[in-house]
């Protein structure tokens, strides 16, 4: 098993100015760091280098995602406005999406970057990718930056693939804490590209990612939501894979599927309220992985998302890239034992009853197709 990895310095020198928590520093707020800053990332890369993963890993150098690229999902205007803010001092790009000087051009990187890693999946280099990008992307719609994200990276990939890959079917599969509302958007009446996100029941963006919410046009059906209780863990998780992700994969049989890879589900994030841990990811990754081996011969482009513990982000990913790798490290969580004895990590009866309500909607579109 090969798996690419795609990295740039550059990522990190995107600036969120001071805040605290997610809020700009200003008034009542004393400054501190915002907590979509590069240390998670930073510290990810870090440990894959020091548990010796790093070199098992096929590097995949990013480029600048093009004018014609980002025009695919976002607006002239927006990606103007965005440039020009950058090129003098920063500015917010929409909703609690602040950036500095710069932050343009690191943002094409990142979309070009998720961009590059489909490629060298598509091509066969690797057989499988994770691209560990900042800014982050999920959020971001046509014509608006949203919860830290400049440009929609996901979809912007599975855009390219689409039109000039001539990729036919691909399956979107987000299981950040929040809900992932630009790549749903992006796709929300196209039955060729099937949207799967799991997050945290009502959170950020608020009022998004219902049950109910399963597409419009000729996508309904190809977009499923499900919006787990604060509160769930690892058995709620793995319910929801295997009752919810497996089947709509089988489903839907995709040629190539993404995975945004937010790990602020974790027990120890300080933006989410749900209790994953790092075993948890890798038993999802494994799903994942086997469903892309089922369907389109292993063929996984997972992008880094949310995560906001510096102290749990790098030991959820490193479980996360052993099992795309197939390689383990000699690294142990340290935090595991701990988080595995969390009270009410198994399934819940009230976390089991939306997870079906949402494996309902199964029956709209794909199992027909």
């Known amino acids: 098993m090969k798996t690419g990895f795609v990295w740039e310095e550059s990522f990190m020198w995107h600036d969120t100015g001071s805040a605290a928590a997610f809020l700009p520093a200003r008034g009542p707020i004393q400054p501190d760091t915002h907590a979509e800053n590069p240390q998670t990332k930073r510290r990810l890369r870090n440990i894959l280098e020091v548990s010796g993963l790093l070199e098992e890993l096929e590097s995949i150098d990013a480029r600048a995602a093009t004018q014609e690229e980002l025009r695919r999902y976002h607006t002239s205007e927006y990606i103007d406005e965005i440039r020009e803010m950058s090129e003098e001092s920063g500015g917010d790009a929409g909703e609690l999406t602040p950036f500095g000087p710069g932050s343009f051009e690191i943002a094409k990187l990142a979309a070009g970057g998720i961009i590059e890693a489909t490629d060298a999946v598509l091509n066969g280099t690797v057989d499988n990718a994770y691209a560990l990008v900042r800014p982050p992307g999920h959020h971001a719609e046509a014509d ?124 120890l994030d300080p933006l989410g309220r749900m209790m994953l841990h790092s075993e948890g990811y890798r038993r999802l990754t494994q799903i994942l ?69 949402a494996a309902e909607n199964l029956n709209i579109a794909l199992v027909d197709n």
Do not use: W
Not at 299 to 307: D, K, N, P, S
Not at 313 to 320: D, E, K, M, S, Y
Not at 324 to 333: A, F, H, P, Q, R
């Open 289 to 357: 992985l086997d469903s892309a081996d089922d369907h389109c011969d292993g063929r996984l482009v997972a992008t880094h998302e949310g995560g906001y513990s510096t102290a749990y982000v790098p030991f959820a990913g490193l479980a996360t890239i052993e099992e795309m790798s197939g390689k383990s490290s000699d690294v142990e969580d340290p935090f595991l034992d701990t988080l595995t004895e969390f009270g009410y990590q198994d399934l819940q009866p009230h976390q089991k009853d939306v997870i079906d309500a």
């Open 144 to 267: 608006e930056g949203r919860g830290f994200c400049i440009f929609s990276n996901v979809a912007l990939a599975a855009m390219h693939a689409r039109q000039e890959r001539s990729v036919d079917r691909i399956a979107v599969v987000d299981f950040d804490v929040h809900h992932g509302n630009g790549t749903e958007k992006a796709f929300i009446d196209d039955s060729n590209v099937l949207t799967i996100s799991i997050h945290q029941d009502n959170f950020y963006p608020a009022g998004e990612g219902k049950v109910e919410d399963v597409g419009e046009g000729d996508g309904r059906g190809y977009t499923l939501n499900l919006p787990l209780p604060p509160g769930s863990g690892v058995g709620a998780y793995e319910e929801a894979f295997e009752q919810l992700v497996q089947p709509a994969l089988s489903a839907f049989d995709p040629d190539l599927i993404y995975l945004a890879s937010g790990f602020d589900g974790s027990a």
